[in-house]
């Protein structure tokens, strides 16, 4: 079945630097679009980025593009999300998602 497993949260102060990965099962992940989406507290799911198949396009929220990058490991089953310059709203837990499946999340807090 499809598993989706995120990890690398954590707690950053703002203007830190994370890296999220997600490692996937299942599926034939080298052929699916993968997405990165968030749901801060008190809101609803916010999708954030996606990334075709062959990692050459991507797409991103406005309010995180330059600041984000969404890559990906074919060869590993991985997803990954670079975080930069990180600001307080973007605390949230971090969710993968794919082909309507989506992993446990891991959660993101950004607080000095």
Known sequence: QVQ???SGGGLVQPGGSLKLSCAASGFTFSSSW???VRQAPGKGLEWIS???PSGDTDYY???VEGRFTISRDNAKNTLYLQMNSLKPEDTAVYYCSALGYWGQ???VTVSS
């Open 50 to 52: 996606s990334i075709n």
């Open 4 to 6: 989706l497993v995120e």
């Open 61 to 63: 929220l406005h309010s």
């Open 34 to 36: 993968m997405y990165w």
């Open 105 to 107: 999340g891991t959660q």
